[in-house]
Nanobody, 121 residues
Framework: QVQLVESGGGLVQPGGSLRLSCVASGRIFIINTMGWYRQAPGKERELVAA???????KYAEFVKGRFTISRDNAKNTVSLQMNSLKPEDTAVYYCNANTVVTGTLQGHDYWGQGTQVTVSS
């Protein structure tokens, strides 16, 4: 009922930057919190950053000062600006949106398909 499509991943050298974007579409009544998670090989998926509809943000300690999350409520998009990238940032990055579908009352989590970010020289 809700589709999330990410873009912007790729290969970047250490110290470089990438910008991830995610757009939500479908039977959307309202999107609550949106966020980015990541999962490296052999590790569990972890929160990178999240942003509420009102613009309050939360960051994992390992990205504070380097990554910035933003959203456009009118366009149902969320972005992640990643600067000063490190090899340990290599992972598949997933977009998440807690969304209330039209005609319902409760929000549910929806996920994108993931986009690969590789930081290597």
């Amino acid at each position: 009922q809700v589709q999330l499509v990410e873009s912007g991943g790729g290969l970047v050298q250490p110290g470089g930057s990438l910008r991830l974007s995610c757009v939500a579409s479908g039977r959307i009544f309202i999107i609550n919190t949106m966020g980015w998670y990541r999962q490296a090989p052999g590790k569990e998926r972890e929160l990178v950053a999240a942003i509420t509809r009102g613009g309050s943000t939360k960051y994992a300690e390992f990205v504070k000062g380097r990554f910035t999350i933003s959203r456009d409520n009118a366009k149902n998009t969320v972005s992640l600006q990643m600067n000063s990238l490190k090899p340990e940032d290599t992972a598949v990055y997933y977009c998440n949106a807690n969304t209330v579908v039209t005609g319902t009352l409760q929000g549910h989590d929806y996920w994108g398909q993931g986009t690969q970010v590789t930081v290597s020289s």
